[in-house]
């Protein structure tokens, strides 16, 4: 349309120009003449026409390569948004399982510590013994004689009071077991509530009446933990 357009605006422009040489060469124009110049005439709108073919096509071509790149950046930008929209979706999701998994996991510890309060809530069983830290003087025998560090013969007892305190002592292997509930008990941690145990390996001490120190295996140094008897209900 453009071209047909630029033709006829040419064929206009020319027609005036064509009027005066025929005006002017009338007298000497021949039919021959006549017919040269209409043909020249016709050979330069056919180069314009051509050439205006030629930009036109080179114009619109250029048009339609910028609209198809165009398009392909809208195209590519609406992939990237739905893209983008399905990863903050699947992040959403994500979000959402972890805070269930957080939730029960609260819930569930909550619940434990329900359980472990209630627990600690339950009332000990009441027992007829006198108080652990107050030991009768009828039941705390006499400790024997601490023996010097530099006798032969002699191990060192540490007691591991259940308030962290730690004490230590002297006795000869030779001594009796006994003096270690008595040593217990002078500290007031009577033995009807309270036991001794080795710390490693772990195992409740247990005496007999003749038994010495070495006879119930303290040969040399030990710590021994004052532990809580199990009431039975």
Known sequence: MASRGV??????????????????????LGIKDLILLCGRIFL??????LIISVTT???????SSQVYLKEEEEKNEKRQKLVRKKQQEAQGEKGDEDLVLESESQTSSETAN???????????????????????????LDLPEEPPEIA???????LRCRSGRVLRRRFFKSCSSQVLFDWMMKIGYHTSL???????????????????????????????????KEQSS
Do not use: H, M
């Open 194 to 228: 309270y036991s001794l145990s080795t710390s490693f390996p772990r195992r409740t001490l247990e005496v007999e009446r003749g038994w010495s120190l070495q006879d119930v295996g303290i040969t040399v140094d030990t710590v021994l933990n004052v532990e809580e």
């Open 7 to 28: 033709v006829g605006v040419f064929l206009l422009a020319a027609l005036p120009l064509l009027c005066l040489e025929l005006r002017r060469g009338i007298p000497d």
């Open 152 to 158: 032969e013969e002699v191990v060192t007892v540490a």
């Open 57 to 63: 096509s080179w114009v619109n071509s250029f048009k």
């Open 44 to 49: 330069l709108l056919t180069l314009l026409t």
């Open 114 to 140: 329900r359980e472990a309060a209630k627990r600690r809530n339950l009332p000990k069983p009441v027992t007829k013994s006198p108080p652990a830290e107050q030991p009768t003087q009828k039941e705390v």
